[in-house]
């Protein structure tokens, strides 16, 4: 069983790598192996004896690999035609989801029943949004109720859809394979008036939804205003889209946000309890016990217990893996059966992989199985059981170091502090907060949901104090894939029983994920990222030992910006611990949106900016406006500023667009201009000063193209005089300003020039280079690099 699991879970992972999804008629060539396989397994000759083991592991990989392709196939068809994105469609459906208030209004999964619109196929199920001008944060009427929108209501409306895309960088979140995990194959916003057409439809999911949203409700009047509100909701039924970025941050810190959900800790605690409550009662009615045996009601109710509670939290992978565990346990202690800790394991994973195949590319799915594996390795298989202390300490030690590899390898973080934090969180949460926050959102009583945001309020401020300890956090590049091997290696040297001989030589194992860096350019190179961060931009240039960052993208909400989302993992991953400058072309919300997750997160040297409001800028970093003439030399690369000028700060009436800081970027082996937002005003100002000028030219090799191909940019002389070899367009996919202008990307396709597109491409890597007395400049997409079978092709 426990090789087959492992040999299925592997094959589901090996599908989900794939570039493009395999035919499925080869499915039949595993039907073979299938059968000698099971002829082996009865066969009674040593020597066949010896295949069983490595020919079961080869059939659970197939069969693996061919039940992910399976449903894959299935899910991909079930997609929106390229050709209606956009397109206002009629549907009819119901609401199969709490609505999510955001800053512009809610958001929910729709679930189609009949499309209206004639000869269009939509998928069956979408996620709406429906935007409000009024401001939504306070959306809860005086009655209790979600403004319009509540789960199980059949409605028809009108929408425009797209099919899921999103960002695609390096060191960054698919959303993309996030949608097709979770089974939204569209997603878009409600237009027009809807008409609602029954109040209610009733069916058990619709049901448990409505349930959910009551409790939601509940929380959010009792505690309103309370600024724990979102992390109490999270703990009670999963939905953590209302705690902060702030509070995330911290808890990320501290290494506890496994605790700020639903997880498997809190459900198992819960079931925990409920066994010891009706064995208590059960024990003391004779006419029950001579019935059925205590433990086996007791663990009846425990396992109903964990499912009531995996419903309200919305079945996420660590409720399943959790809940999948229960059952078995409960099934084997009724039939009276003995299953080994690894074997149960086994058996939960299997299941959680046959029901969802694409839990093997989550990070929970790793986390949550790895923590129960390392802890049964790290406790199980001892003599004599330890005294409870020992146990605990035990348990932290095993967690913390055992978890750090796949930490390492996702975050590219691990908290120090973390067996403090937990030592004081888990219990507290697991056997108080939680519990409490259960009991007041299901009664009609408010006396423990407040008792359990004092107490989550107490934990929060001891993680505040531990968070401003000196080395809180282990913060490093993103380690090459191949370093996981050793590490893990090194880490179960480390867990094996005290009197191992040399457990310590475990930690050579760690040294590659540590020590080993990312490559950086050579004195004289550069390398050049221009992020896809949505409509706006963002671009990182490093050089042997320094690195500038350009523009850090669009706020999206109060919650969300391109600043924390992209570029500061970017930055992260690639090793980068601070930016020796920042440049921040004008006030645009796509250019500047992100700039103060960058400045809060990321040391900087010194920032240059046209902005007139820098206020958010730290008082150790030193601070400027670019203008025209300003320059520097890094590692062989020279750094010259081309606009604005210092007269043109003096006119109001020019446009921040045409104040950006123009860039120019020059290196042994080619040459790169940043254009921001410029406008044809400021094309003109930059032909005028440096066309037939002797030193410094708009001649560049590569060309991040100005305001994202707007009409207003781009005139046919600026074209020419830059004459780019490539021009990249940082555009939204179906942004509404339609960028790039056709007539735009006409102008460079008509002097050879190589076009890319962030919203086709995602991030595009530069590398300028010279080997050999030869320049060369080295262009990659990301999309080309990672791509994955559920990426769409351009």
Known sequence: MIVFALGFVLGAFCLQQMPVLPD??????????ACINIYLRNAQFKYIALTRLPLCLFTAVMLGFLWAAAFASLRLADALPANWQNKPIELVGVVASVPTLTEQGTRFNFIVERVVTKNVVVPKHISLSVYRKRDYLTQV??????????????????????????????????????????????????????????????????????????????????????????????????????????????????????????????????????????????????HLANQIPTRKAATFAAVVTALAYGLVAGFSVPTQRTLYMLMVFGVALWSGRRFAMAQVLALALLIV??????????????????????LSFAMGARLAQPHWLKIALRTQWAVTIGMLPLLLIMFHQASIISPLANAVAIPLVSFFVTPLALLGSFLPIDGPLHLAYYLLDGCVVFLRWLNQLPVAVWQQHAPALWTLVPALLGVVWILLPSGWPMRWLGVFGLLPMLLIQPDRPMSGDMKVTVLDVGQGLSVVVQTAQHTLLYDAGAKFNQQSDAGSRIVVPFLQGEGVQKLDGFIVTHDDNDHSGGMASVLALMPVGWFASSMPDTTLIPTNTEQMKCYAGQSWHWDGV???????????????????????????????????????????????????????????????????????GSKTSSTPDFVEAVAPSVAIFTVGYLNRFRHPRSEVVSRYQAIDTKVMRSDYQGAVTLNFYKRESSPQIEVQSWRSQQKRYWHAVF
Not at 24 to 33: A, K, V
């Open 141 to 286: 009427q005086d009655d209790g109720q979600f403004l319009d929108y509540q789960p199980g209501q059949r409605w028809q409306l009108t929408a425009k859809l797209k099919r899921p895309h999103s960002t695609q960088n390096p060191h960054g979140f698919d959303f993309e394979s996030w949608s097709l995990a979770e089974n939204i194959r569209a997603t878009g916003s409600v237009k027009g008036k809807p008409a609602m057409l029954d109040a209610f439809v009733w069916q058990p999911q619709y049901v448990v939804e409505r349930i959910r949203q009551l409790v939601k409700l509940r929380i959010a009047k009792v505690l309103a205003d309370k600024p724990y509100n979102g992390v109490i909701q999270a703990l009670v039924m999963g939905d953590d889209s209302q705690i902060t970025v702030q509070d995330w941050q911290l808890f990320l810190r501290t290494g506890i946000t496994h605790l700020m959900s639903i997880s498997g800790l809190h459900i198992t605690m819960l079931s925990g309890l409920m066994f010891v409550l009706v064995s208590f009662i059960w024990r003391r009615v004779p």
């Open 24 to 33: 499925l008629i080869w499915s039949l060539l595993i039907l073979p192996f």
């Open 353 to 374: 992989v046959l029901i969802d195949p694409w839990a093997v590319i989550s990070a929970g799915f790793w986390l949550s199985f790895g923590a129960v594996a390392l």
């Open 638 to 708: 020279d750094f010259e500023v081309l606009h604005p000028s210092l007269q043109d700060y003096e006119y109001s009436e020019i446009k921040d667009n045409d104040r950006s800081c123009v860039l120019k970027v020059t290196s042994a082996s080619g040459s790169l201009l940043l254009t921001g937002d410029i406008e044809r005003r400021a094309e003109s100002a930059l032909l005028a000063a440096y066309q037939d000028s002797a030193g410094v030219t708009l001649k560049s090799d590569v060309l991040v193209v100005p305001h994202h």
